[in-house]
């Protein structure tokens, strides 16, 4: 498409802004000339990117703000009370404190704004709101000197270190924004302020909680995440599987414990748990199709008390990524038979064999970007900041547990997209010296805030604008 | 005994060496000893104390040595760490010129709730290493072995016209922990105390029953080694095992790796153990960890053999990392903990050959047993020097009723309890009356005019 000229808030268009200003009174006017040319759009004076930043110095001071107070999973009463207060100055109905975790003791402290502007399609946008248990080391002015006690007690230092705070203030801004818009949108606006990804508990609380019986029910979801290897200005886009499923599985290996000495009067579960380890990378190189990516790591081992005693028993625990749900299926039994199989292959006894157990709330499905939605957004998005700013991206393992709101069987269609969050002097800079970015949950990464909480606004208005058009 | 001198009269010509006091025999002494003996058994089977805090026991030992004319020293022990203090005893009998022999007993209990149920279960406590509290039991026999060593002192005491030269009585601490055997030789054993000819251990055994003797000829324990491996990667997230090093899966093959030390590389004839007591590493399913460590005892005998062992525990995890693609600044570290080594024991075979002719006169044939050498480990070995150049022999004192025995060996039947298990209760009179008699007439045989 001939975007070019629509780039930017580019100073040569000074008449667009004037119309803003103006109250937009003479948008009829100009999108006749531009609509052959620039469909799907038909903003007018309006467009995203000029909305974006009339926004954007308002954004970047809340953003400060919420990256110097950050709050751990589940924890997110100040946020959650700042967000409703947001939603409530646009117009919204806001529904506070949403969510039923299955781990008792647990508050909820999500929030819904429904934003109602006539008969319409049904489009939720989320965003994330806790930090995490991370001491920053960013330097910022505004970096957190937050501490909390973590679910054991534990005194943590909290950040911001996975960019929520960002994905928070872009929220506000399609809030606030949509509120100024609503001669160009018709439908219902459902803005979902979650609680503890990072736990990926939050989205099932929220759904429990009756997200979808007490709200409008969305005929879209939207998402965004920060992305901590793209150029700030740059969105990413994956269409179909671009999260995947998550397993945690704890495997506890049990033996004949005894001295150290005398071998053949033990079943040793240290060299059982060894065996086990690598027979279950046979499962990703012998037993699964090249074509579907999985991963299975054992991220602790945790076994016996010192050199010359063998142990009775020893404990891992393994995260299982996937996509497909016959594939999940099929790598989690396979790890069940190698636990056995190698137990019963070293001679241990019936009721000692290994128990594998497969956690059912730790469970975050995959997530699918639906490709007609994703290829539908990806157009809009091109249209305005150009196609060398709108990048298909590697679907990776990690889990975002986005993927409930799309609903198990898929049938809500849903997008995440990334939103470019470094400097691009500084990839090129590390691309140079060969050391690597601060990665997401690193205490130093230090995302753009002016550049990237601009670009996630235009991804989502310009989403939400086309979804919902008139 | 003051009527023996009237009956003695008539029967001199006949019997004359049995009927004079000092001519009794090592068995007549310990069924006359065997009462006090138990007494001093029960005591301290009731007052056990760990590793490197033997005061009341070493206390007891050296007042048994003075009395049965002994010089003695205590509080002798230079340990290699800060903690135990060195509460060795050394008991010097002197009876004119002949060899010396060394007669050692450990005086150690260990960290373990008694659940013998016997009336004279130990109930003490006191504070390990940590300093957490811990019930303690003489789980591994040493009261048996004090009791019974105390009864050999007063035996060759009553006994000196049978035998010539010097016995070094040594009792030592910390067997069980920080290397009393060690402890002692570093504060002196061999300097400030005749240097010995020979040197005699003994131990309980679980498995043996009462009124037998066991021994084994050449190497009888092992060398121990404690092995401590670092297994560095590079952490990070689980979903992103491309961007890690993953030290698990790295330390899970080579403990796979490490079974062909003893099945591919190792003689067969020479036994070896590898043992990975514990590994740890990680805090949760998700995020890849940047170390493993894991704990190692590596046991063998001969001591090329070891060094082939431990130099392949390190090849193999090197060459592992290697093939992994491991940088070369996170190889893995193999630390041989050189503190903590205890060398194998070696009996001496003509020692043992003739220790064993002694034995079944002093105990009769059938009851002095071959058994089978072990992995374990007994510090004894220090006695002997690395070079073996004071001929040792360390031999087992059965300690189990033989109805125990039997019932232990029909099918479905429970295993006798171990050495070091809260159940170890061995029968205290036949027990400590064999180690007596062996002991003592071992001893004699070596010393004899």
């Not at chain 2, 170390?291 to 001591?303: A, C, F, G, I, P």
């Not at chain 2, 047993?369 to 374990?376: F, L, W, Y």
Request: proline residues 7%; negative net charge; hydrophobic residues 40%.
């Amino acid at each position: 498409m001939a975007t070019a000229p629509r780039l930017g808030d580019s100073p040569a268009l000074p008449s667009r802004r004037f119309a803003l200003a103006c109250g937009m009174k003479f948008l009829p006017l100009l999108p006749l000339s531009f609509a052959l040319a620039l469909a799907p759009f038909a903003y007018g004076e309006t467009d995203p990117t000029q909305i974006a930043g009339q926004e954007l110095p308002a954004l970047v001071t809340l953003y400060k703000d919420l990256h110097a107070h950050p709050e751990l999973s589940s924890q997110e009463e100040k946020t959650s009370a700042l967000l409703a207060k947001e939603l409530k100055a646009v117009g919204c109905e806001v529904t506070e404190h949403i969510g039923k975790y299955e781990t008792p003791g647990l508050t909820g402290y999500g929030v819904v704004g429904v934003m109602k502007n006539g008969d319409g399609p049904t489009v939720m946008i989320r965003s994330e709101m806790d930090a995490l248990p991370v001491e920053e080391e960013t330097g910022l002015p505004y970096a957190s000197k937050a501490t909390s006690k973590t679910p054991d007690s534990k005194e943590v230092h909290v950040m911001h270190a996975c960019g929520h705070d960002i994905h928070m203030a872009v929220f506000v801004g399609a809030a606030r924004a949509l509120a100024k818009m609503k001669d160009q949108w018709k439908g219902t606006i459902v803005f979902v302020a979650q609680p503890a990804e990072e736990t990926g508990s939050g989205a099932k609380a929220m759904l429990a909680d009756g997200l979808y019986t007490r709200f409008p029910k969305p005929d879209y979801a939207i998402g965004f995440h920060d992305n901590a290897e793209m150029a700030a200005g740059k969105i990413g886009y994956r269409a179909g599987y671009a999260c995947a499923n998550v397993d945690s599985v704890d495997v506890t290996v049990r033996g004949v414990g005894g001295h150290g000495a005398y071998p053949h009067k033990t079943k040793d579960p240290v060299v059982l748990a060894a065996s086990i380890v690598m027979e279950l990378q046979t499962i990703v190189s012998r037993e699964n199709n090249p074509l579907d990516p999985i991963v299975i790591t054992v991220g602790s081992i945790h076994g016996g008390t010192k050199h010359n005693i063998i142990s009775d028993e020893v404990k891992m625990q393994l995260t299982v990524r996937t996509y497909k749900p016959d594939v999940r299926q099929h790598t989690l039994d396979a790890i069940a038979r190698v636990a056995k199989g190698m137990a019963i292959a070293a001679g241990f006894p019936e009721d000692r064999m290994p128990i594998v157990k497969v956690s059912e709330t730790d469970f975050t499905p995959s997530m699918y970007n639906n490709p007609e939605l994703t290829e539908r957004l990806v157009q809009d998005w091109k249209g305005i900041l150009g196609d060398n700013n709108v990048i298909e991206r590697d679907p990776t393992m990690g889990g975002e547990d986005f993927s409930e709101f799309s609903l198990p069987d898929h049938s809500i269609p849903a997008c995440n997209f990334w939103i470019g969050a470094v400097a691009p002097e500084k990839i090129a800079a590390a691309e140079k010296s060969g050391q690597s970015l601060p990665s997401l949950h690193s205490s130093k990464f230090a995302p753009v805030p002016d550049p990237t909480i601009k670009t996630g606004l235009i991804g989502v208005i310009s989403a939400v604008l086309d979804l919902m058009k008139k | 005994m003051k009527f023996l001198p009237l009956l003695a009269l008539p029967c001199l010509l006949a019997a004359a060496p049995s009927l004079r006091a000092e001519d009794q025999s090592p068995k007549q002494i310990a069924d006359q000893e065997l009462p006090s003996l138990l007494t001093i058994y029960k005591d301290v089977h009731q007052h056990p104390e760990l590793s490197g805090q033997e005061k009341q026991t070493s206390e007891l030992v050296a007042k048994e040595l003075k009395a049965v004319g002994c010089e003695v020293t205590d509080h002798l022990g230079k340990y290699s760490e800060p903690g135990p203090v060195g509460y060795g005893v050394v008991g010097v009998m002197k009876n004119g010129d002949g060899p010396v022999v060394l007669v050692r007993a450990d005086m150690d209990a260990l960290p373990i709730t008694e659940e013998t149920g016997l009336p004279y279960a130990s109930q003490a406590m006191s504070k390990n290493r940590a300093g957490d509290d811990v019930h303690i039991m003489h789980a591994c026999g040493h009261d048996v072995h004090i009791a019974t060593f105390i009864g050999v002192a007063r035996e060759m005491a009553k006994l000196k016209d049978q035998w010539q030269g010097t016995i070094l009585f040594v009792a030592q601490p910390a067997e069980e922990a920080y290397g009393g055997a060690k402890a002692l030789l570093a504060d002196g054993l061999y300097k400030r105390f005749p240097k010995p000819a020979y040197a005699l251990g003994f131990h309980d055994n679980p498995e043996l029953e009462t009124g037998h003797i066991g021994i084994t000829s050449g190497y009888t324990y092992a060398n121990v080694d404690s092995v401590d491996v670092t297994v560095m990667g590079v952490g990070g997230h689980g979903a992103y095992p491309h961007k890690t090093k993953d030290p698990i899966v790295l330390a899970a093959e080579m403990i796979n790796l490490w079974q062909t030390i003893a099945s591919r590389q190792n003689n067969p004839i020479d036994p070896i153990v590898v043992t990975v007591g514990s590994i740890h590493g990680g805090t949760k399913h998700n995020i890849i960890p940047n170390e493993v460590k894991m704990q190692l005892t590596v046991r063998t005998y001969k001591s090329e053999v070891r060094e082939r062992v431990l130099a392949a525990i390190a090849q193999m995890a090197r060459g592992c990392a290697v093939a992994g693609g491991w940088p070369e600044d996170k190889m893995p570290k193999v630390e041989v903990l050189k503190g903590e080594f205890v060398p194998a024991t070696y009996n001496n075979p003509e020692l043992t050959t003739r220790l064993i002719s002694v034995w079944k006169e002093a105990l009769g044939e059938k009851n002095v047993e071959m058994v089978d050498a072990t992995m374990g480990a007994e510090d004894f070995s220090e006695y002997s020097l690395p070079d073996h150049s004071i001929p040792a022999v360390d031999f087992h004192v059965g300690a189990v009723a033989p109805e125990k025995i039997a019932a232990s060996n029909k099918p479905g039947a429970s295993p006798l309890p171990s050495l070091h298990s809260s159940k170890f209760a061995p029968v205290p009179e036949p027990t400590i009356r064999t180690g007596v008699i062996a002991m003592t007439s071992a001893v004699l045989d070596l010393m004899k005019k």
